[in-house]
């Protein structure tokens, strides 16, 4: 069955750097874009970044670019987001997701917390 | 601000019918880009609920159905039951600025009262 899960979210300073994983199995990795999307503490969901299937495309919200970076390794079916310089306001519970461009979200990771504070 | 606009929250009794509603815009909804609904019960992770505007994934209730015109969509849940108490939300795409953006709604709170 289709599993994604998260792994590396803790507990940092601010101006510090963590490194997300998303550890992808039951489906072709290759064929699918994948997405990071947030959700901070009683808000909504937030879109972080999104890489596609060759990784020729990749692009961020307005609010990480420059800070963020995702990348893929579609032989280790793993999707990551480096995060740096990060703000209070990042701290966020961080999934992973699966989706064809232009379609629906259609499988989600359980996330992993992200807390920015001194 | 969420680019497509849902109401903060909605209420029903059990056995009711309750709409949401998302409105975007021309740049989103109103340019034909489909719209897609999640169900997030607290402390889990969204759930793909309905996809390309009025699509039910496997295992999804027939209490829910998904329309779309113009520049909005909406969720109806009819025969309200205790366990669809979660948060909604809208979710689809924009070009605005030739990226292809994945857009949501802010969520609607659904209480079953």
């Known amino acids: 069955q289709v599993q994604l899960v998260e792994s590396g979210g803790g507990l940092v300073k601010p101006g510090g750097s963590l490194r997300l994983s998303c550890a992808a199995s039951?489906?072709?990795?290759?064929?699918?874009?994948m997405t990071w999307i947030r959700q901070a503490p009683g808000k909504g969901l937030e879109w972080v970044s999104y890489?596609?299937?060759?990784?020729?495309?990749?692009d961020y919200a307005d609010s990480v670019k420059g800070r963020f970076t995702i990348s893929r390794d579609n032989a280790k079916n793993s999707l990551y987001l480096q995060m740096n310089s990060l703000r209070a306001e990042d701290t966020a519970v961080f999934y992973c997701?699966?989706?064809?461009?232009?379609?629906?979200?259609?499988?989600w990771g359980q996330g992993t917390l992200v807390t920015v504070s001194s | 601000q969420s680019v497509l606009t849902q109401p903060p929250s909605v209420s029903g009794a059990p056995g009711q019918r309750v709409t949401i509603s998302c409105t975007g815009s021309?740049?989103?909804?109103?340019?034909?880009?489909?719209v897609h609904w999640y169900q997030q019960v607290p402390g889990t992770a969204p759930k793909l609920l309905i996809y390309?505007?009025?699509n039910r994934p496997s295992g999804v209730p027939d209490r829910f159905s998904g329309s779309k015109s113009g520049t909005s969509a909406s969720l109806a849940i009819t025969g309200l039951q205790t366990e669809d108490e979660a948060d909604y939300y809208c979710?689809?795409?924009?070009?605005?600025?030739?990226?292809?953006?994945?857009?949501f709604g802010g969520g609607t709170k659904l209480t079953v009262l």
């Open positions: 390309a505007n009025t």
């Open positions: 021309n740049s989103n909804i109103g340019a034909g880009y489909d």
């Open positions: 997701a699966r989706y064809r461009l232009w379609e629906e979200i259609d499988f």
């Open positions: 979710q689809s795409y924009d070009n605005i600025l030739n990226r292809p953006g994945v857009i």
């Open positions: 039951g489906f072709t990795f290759s064929d699918y874009y």
């Open positions: 890489i596609s299937n060759s990784c020729r495309t990749i």
